[in-house]
């Protein structure tokens, strides 16, 4: 069974930064591009960043572009989500998901299109 945990969420204040990651187990992780989407409450669940299986490709929603940074580490299994300049509008739960494309297109992060997904951290960004 494919595992995708998310941990590094929290409480910050606007304007502070926050590291959340993704590990995965039971995949072979370079087939896999890797993808961060969040959900708000009351709203439903957006595209936040991806990054190809080999990490040479990367894309974000307009909303984070300049203060968010994906990556990933394949000997680690592991993807990244550096975010900073935090603001009461990234408050969300953020999930990490796992898709066989190869992340070299944007259109490769459809959330309908994701094979796996985590269960979430949830991020709290105070005014």
């Known amino acids: 069974q494919v595992w995708l945990v998310e941990s590094g969420g929290g409480l910050v204040q606007a304007g502070d930064s926050l590291r959340v990651s993704c590990a995965g187990s039971?995949?072979?992780?370079?087939?896999?591009?890797m993808g961060w989407f969040r959900q708000a409450p009351g709203k439903e669940r957006e595209f936040v960043a991806g990054?190809?299986?080999?990490?040479?490709?990367?894309y974000y929603a307009d909303s984070v572009k300049g203060r968010f940074t994906i990556s990933r580490d394949n000997a680690k299994n592991t993807v990244y989500l550096q975010m900073n300049s935090l603001k009461p509008e990234d408050t969300a739960v953020y999930y990490c998901?796992?898709?066989?494309?190869?992340?070299?297109?944007?259109?490769?992060?459809?959330?309908?299109?994701?094979?796996?997904w985590g269960k979430g951290t949830l991020v709290t960004v105070s005014s």
């Open positions: 998901a796992a898709t066989r494309r190869t992340g070299y297109s944007y259109s490769d992060y459809d959330v309908d299109g994701m094979d796996y």
């Open positions: 990054i190809s299986w080999n990490g040479v490709r990367r």
């Open positions: 039971q995949l072979t992780f370079t087939s896999y591009a």
